[in-house]
């Protein structure tokens, strides 16, 4: 069983920067693959990052160049940095987890935390 918890959200101004953390939980000694998904009213999820078990990582073109992904498998938490923010960005933040592969950002990962909103305001 495997349970995921995000927080970090909140209401951000253009251009700030945020910090979205998933906490892994788990009562096996497995590592998981991470991915960061997000959805927007009135529109499709889509994927954002992910990172590997071993640290391989992929970004969505929509944030590549200003988002860094991180683990620490210490802590079992996976964090989410996005820079310079846009109203664009406002949505549902959503970390989901996965055994095997998942840097493809496909939605059909099979354990998901309940989400962090995020608002950013112009």
């Known amino acids: 069983q495997v349970q995921l918890v995000e927080s970090g959200g909140g209401s951000v101004q253009a251009g700030d920067s945020l910090r979205l953390s998933c906490k892994i939980s788990?009562?096996?000694?497995?590592?998981?693959?991470i991915a960061w998904f997000r959805q927007a009213p009135g529109k499709e999820r889509e994927g954002v990052a992910a990172?590997?078990?071993?640290?391989?990582?992929n970004y969505a073109d929509s944030v590549k160049g200003r988002s860094t992904i991180s683990r620490d498998n210490a802590q079992n938490t996976v964090y989410l940095q996005i820079h310079t923010v846009t109203p664009g960005d406002t949505a549902t933040y959503y970390c989901?987890?996965?055994?095997?592969?998942?840097?493809?950002?496909?939605?059909?990962?099979?354990?998901w935390g309940q989400g962090t909103q995020v608002t950013v305001s112009s």
């Open positions: 989901a987890a996965d055994v095997g592969w998942c840097l493809e950002l496909r939605d059909n990962l099979p354990y």
């Open positions: 788990t009562n096996t000694s497995m590592r998981y693959c």
């Open positions: 990172i590997s078990t071993g640290g391989t990582i």
